[in-house]
């Protein structure tokens, strides 16, 4: 089993539309957990960290689930430059673990 | 945010030849730098832990003389694909972990090609 998995679409999406991302991890003991974005042949870019109380950023949504072991991310009204790969990260004292990420296209 | 620079962001080799790849912290120093590898549509895989002044921590399956990684200041490390093959041919990239932080911050990338 992955230590992290996404569903990796492709989701394609109008703009304005809202999109959420799920992402379960394997390892309980993880601490912290992040979604990141990464732009075609570019290097992942934070987006936001996942706090257990949920937290928000704009139009961007975070959930961390630790009883089921489960991330989300809520994108609210897409916009064309939310296009992206989104990934899943959980981070111990040191190593970061990527998700194999989701594909998100926004539509005009 | 902190600053990581990657050079050179491509890079297209030969078979059998030897790859420099350097990372720097441009704007911190950093004791800790990660390498990663990206095979296209897969995810980041961390390859080895770079600790300045001593030795590098590989994940499992990584071959440690094959991927020779150098971290001699605080600013700055190095991996060198040794005896280059086509099955190298990836995306590798570089990321410094700020001092007291849980943040990664991340090079640009380097695409090998090797032909």
């Known amino acids: 089993r992955k230590e992290v998995e996404q569903d990796p679409g492709p989701f394609n999406v109008p703009e304005g539309a809202t999109v959420a991302f799920n992402c379960t991890y394997s390892n309980s003991a993880s601490q912290s957990f992040f979604w990141y974005r990464q732009d075609c042949r570019k290097e992942p870019k934070l987006l936001m960290s996942?706090?257990?109380s949920g937290n928000e950023d704009g139009r961007f949504t975070a959930q961390l689930n630790r009883a089921s072991q489960y991330i989300s991310l809520l994108i609210r009204d897409s916009k064309l430059s939310d296009s992206a790969t989104y990934l899943c990260?959980?981070?111990?004292?040191?190593?970061?673990?990527f998700g194999q990420g989701t594909r998100l296209t926004i539509n005009p | 945010g902190a600053v990581v620079s990657q050079h050179p962001s491509r890079v297209i080799c030969k078979s059998g030849t030897s790859v420099k790849i350097e990372c720097r912290s441009l704007?911190?120093?950093?004791?800790?730098m990660f390498w990663y590898r990206q095979f296209p549509k897969q995810s980041l895989m961390l390859m080895a832990t770079?600790?300045?002044?001593?030795?590098?921590?590989?994940e499992q399956g990584v071959e440690k003389d094959k991927f020779l990684i150098n971290h001699a200041s605080l600013t700055l490390s190095t991996l060198t694909v040794t005896s280059a093959h086509p099955e190298d041919s990836s995306f590798y990239i570089c990321?410094?972990?700020?001092?007291?932080?849980?943040?990664?911050?991340f090079g640009p990338g380097t695409r090998l090609t090797v032909l």
């Open positions: 770079s600790n300045e002044g001593s030795k590098a921590t590989y």
């Open positions: 996942v706090y257990s």
């Open positions: 990260v959980h981070g111990g004292a040191q190593k970061l673990v």
């Open positions: 704007d911190f120093q950093a004791t800790t």
């Open positions: 990321s410094a972990r700020v001092p007291s932080h849980n943040e990664q911050f």
